[in-house]
């Protein structure tokens, strides 16, 4: 069975509508999937349509961003109950909070010269309740800022950059809560891109386990061969289940395309066996 458990759709900043992308996937072998959009399930359903004309097994998912000890991190939720109240409500007020730090951006990056950049983000966000840093740069991107969106995350849209705002996301109690009071299983999202050190890596994925959360994202487009082995150590030394997801958003982005998730080093408890 070939199992991607993370991945993006238009309703957050991925390029394919959620049937396009269950295309592709299944043209790419693909027998699992799970869409994890960002602070967003409304992908969900059309997902599930095109899932069963396929025959894909489709895992509702999603990727909450928290903010912890003034770190931005990612949780994913797996087998969610996309109708759980809290999950529901807890996801639109990040979207209202991201409307709020569009305008910030935008204000920023004008005072960088840069002008108009939240009508030509918004170009780019197919869903109008979910503008992303992604969305910002593609259009600067297009606007001549620089080469590609990998550009312009390092020159502008990163702590320090002039179109960087530090923001307040969910906390991970909240996040943790809203996916596992609905029956689902909360898996910290490639934790190797997290710049935390020793001490505080291993304080996360304690208050992770003690919170409830489930899994470590272990394989993922994110991670090296050689983190793969190392972040399945610590899943296995604090309890926790390992998963595998590519964190695909489109053809031609990011290092892996949907399905392209190589298998778990031995000794990983993998997270499918609670599906
Ligand atoms: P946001 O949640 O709006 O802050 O946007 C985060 C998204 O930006 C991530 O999910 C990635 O899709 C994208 N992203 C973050 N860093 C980079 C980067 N260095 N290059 C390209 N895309 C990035
Ligand atoms: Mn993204
Ligand atoms: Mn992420
Ligand atoms: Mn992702």
């Avoid at 396009?20 to 409304?42: C, F, I, N, S, W």
Wanted: proline fraction near 5%; charged fraction near 20%.
């Amino acid at each position: 069975m070939r199992f991607d458990l993370h991945s993006h759709s238009t309703c957050s900043d991925g390029l394919l509508s959620p049937a396009e992308l269950v295309e592709r996937a299944v043209q790419r072998g693909v027998d699992v999937l799970a869409l994890t959009d960002h602070d967003e399930v409304k992908g969900l359903s059309a997902a599930r349509v095109a899932a069963a004309n396929w025959g894909l097994r489709l895992v509702n998912g999603v990727e909450i961003s928290v903010l912890w000890e003034e770190v931005t991190l990612h949780i994913v939720g797996l087998d969610i109950d996309d109708t759980h109240e809290p999950l529901v409500e807890g996801l639109a007020g990040i979207r209202t909070g991201r409307e709020q730090r569009a305008l910030r951006m935008a204000d920023s990056l004008a005072a960088a010269g840069i002008p108009d950049t939240l009508a030509g983000a918004r170009r780019y966000a197919k869903n109008p309740e979910l503008v992303s840093r992604s969305h910002f740069a593609r259009y600067l991107v297009e606007a001549g800022h620089a080469r590609d969106t990998n550009a312009v995350f390092r020159h502008f849209l990163t702590p320090g950059k002039p179109g960087y705002v530090p923001h307040q996301w969910a906390t991970l109690a909240d996040a943790v809560n809203w996916i596992s009071g609905g029956g689902g299983i909360a898996v910290l999202a490639h934790p190797g891109r997290y710049d935390l050190g020793e001490a505080r890596c291993e304080r996360l994925l304690g208050e992770f386990g003690e919170l409830g959360g489930a899994a470590v994202e272990v394989v993922t487009g994110s991670h090296s061969p050689s983190e793969f082995v190392t972040w399945a150590r610590h899943a296995r030394q604090f309890g926790l289940l390992a998963s595998a997801g590519s964190d695909f958003h489109g053809p031609g982005e990011g290092y892996r395309d949907i399905g392209d998730v190589p298998a778990l080093p031995s000794g990983c408890d993998p997270v499918w066996a609670r599906f």
